[in-house]
Structures are given as C-alpha cells and as structure tokens.
C-alpha cells in the first residue's frame, strides 16, 4: 500500500464516479480501476459497490475512509512542517566556540557576515572544553564550531586559523612583570591561579609539564574557568597564571604579559563544519572568517 493508492481512494469515495477521479488526479480511468482493485485485494475487503450507472462506498470503505483522510492529512501537514523546519534552518546559523573565539573572532566575522545575510538569525553557544564544542557538530545542534584541535574524524573538517603564544599573566606590581621571558623554574614559589583539567585541557597540562620537567608541583592556590576571572584575580595580587596572547585584549588595567618559555607549543584555534550537507550561510561565514584571519590575519593573533 502507497499514499497514491490512498489518494485514488479517496477521490473514488468523494466522486462516487472513477471518471470523475481519474481527471481530478491526472490518471486514466482503467488505471485508476486497476490501484484501487490492488488495494482492494491487498486489504482483502470490498471498499466500493459497483454497478454499470453508479458506485457507492461499502461500510467497510467508509470506515477506511476516515482513517484514510487523517493518514494524508497527517503526512501533508508533517511534509508542510519539514519544509517550514528547513526554511527556517536556512535562516539560522548555529555556532559552537571557546572563549576566544566568541570574544575575538566572532564579532569581526558577524559585521562582514551581515552584509550578505542581515536577517540571519544566530545561536551561539559558549562552552569552555574544546571537545565539547565538536560533539556539538556530531550532534547537528551546531553548524560551526571553532575548537582547539584539529578533528580527526572524517565526519568533520576545519581549518586551522593561528596559533598563538602562551603567556604569563602578573600584576604590574610583581617583580616579575618586568622579566623578558618566564619559565616554571621562574614561578615555582608564586602563588598560581590555575585551571580544571576538564575546562581548560590545553592550559591545564602546559603548566604541569613544565614543573613536571623540574621536579617540582605548582603552587596552586585556586582554579578558575573563564579567563576574565583569571584576570581579576592576577589584578589583584592574588596569584600569577598561564593564558594565550589574546587575553592581552581583554585585560583590566594593572595586568602584564610576559611570554612563557614551554618549548614551541602553542595555543590554535580551528574553525570546524560537517564535512557534507552545509547550508549556504556555513559556507559564506567560514569564507568571511578565512579571509579576515587565514588570509588577513588581525593584529592580535602575535603576542607584542
């Protein structure tokens, strides 16, 4: 059984005459004849009396008929609410990012972005793990996603738009805010705001390695999630800690930088979509942000 040989029924039925039905459907009335003998045959009851001057429903046809009506009425209004559903996701562009790149890269790219699609809704989703933010691709509850790592399924694909320096965050009252260059044998005795390792992986372990590489353990007095809190709390006096370059942008007053000696291992930010099936909005965003920061890279990228 098909929603064609429904929709034959169901013109039979309100006809009362297969010619009639025939046209109103576009089909010949031998055709027409032969879907309904079919579905006849396929329930195995009589729906129509038929004579050589009229047709009539048996009860049977028209207890079908009731239910027939509401199956197509059904599958019409649930075709109508995809097509509404997919109009309004042509619309929307849902973007997943860490701290950075919602603070740094999205406001930049958005007035770009509004000139080719001004009534574009957004939904933006902040959360500090990086991993998280892919999963939220997996999920199709975001359309983009900017992440610390490059994915390596094949589900995914990005592009990596920098990747930044690592950088000591102390009060301007410190000693140490007038070094050139610090390491992990410069800080050990400091007071140090750190990281949880579920928040902020990346920062977390480029800490402990370092003072794992002298024998010694941090000095933590506290942990923090968001970066601006960090801040604060450096501001304060309260302790010293790690951050990528580009806090240097956000920073209250009475906070310096001083590059953190780890090695070469840097902080990057990738931009990341399904690798198939995107809509023309994911399309042109990632193109903005390619040209302004792959292509065009803004100042803030490089630690000064």
Not at 248 to 254: F, V
Request: aromatic share 6%.
């Amino acid at each position: 059984m098909d929603l064609r040989q429904l929709e034959c029924f169901v013109a039979v039925a309100e006809e009362l005459h297969f010619r009639k039905a025939g046209e109103r459907l576009g089909l010949s009335q031998s055709a027409l004849s032969d879907r309904i003998s079919a579905l006849e045959h396929e329930l195995g009851l009589a729906l129509f009396f038929r004579t050589t001057r009229q047709v009539s429903v048996t009860q049977a046809g028209a207890d079908f008929l009731r239910d027939a009506k509401k199956i197509l009425a059904d599958v019409n209004r649930s075709i109508s609410n995809a097509k509404q559903k997919s109009e309004e996701g042509m619309r929307l562009l849902r973007i997943s990012g860490v701290d950075e790149a919602i603070s740094m890269v999205l406001p930049v790219a958005l007035v770009e972005f509004r000139k080719e699609f001004p009534k574009a809704a957004l939904h933006i989703l902040e959360i500090s793990s990086s991993d998280q933010h892919a999963q939220e691709l997996f999920n199709h509850r975001a359309d983009i996603a900017f992440v610390r790592s490059q994915p390596t399924d094949d589900f995914l694909e990005s592009t990596l738009l920098h990747a930044q320096p690592v950088v000591v965050a102390v009060s301007d009252a410190n000693p140490l805010s007038r070094r050139k260059m610090l390491c992990a044998q410069d800080i050990v005795d400091e007071p140090i705001v750190g990281y949880p390792r579920h928040a902020r992986p990346i920062l977390h372990e480029m800490l402990w390695s370092g003072f794992r590489a002298i024998n010694r353990q941090p000095n933590i007095v506290c942990e923090v999630i968001d970066k601006s809190t960090l801040l604060q709390f450096v501001t304060h006096g309260l302790g010293i800690g790690l951050a990528p370059a580009w806090v240097k942008e956000i920073a209250p007053p009475g906070v310096s930088f001083v590059p953190y000696e780890n090695g070469d291992q840097r902080i990057e930010l990738h931009i990341a979509c399904r690798a198939t099936g995107n809509s023309q909005l994911v399309t042109s965003f990632i193109e903005k942000v390619k040209m302004l920061f792959v292509e065009a890279p803004s100042d803030f990228h490089e630690f000064k």
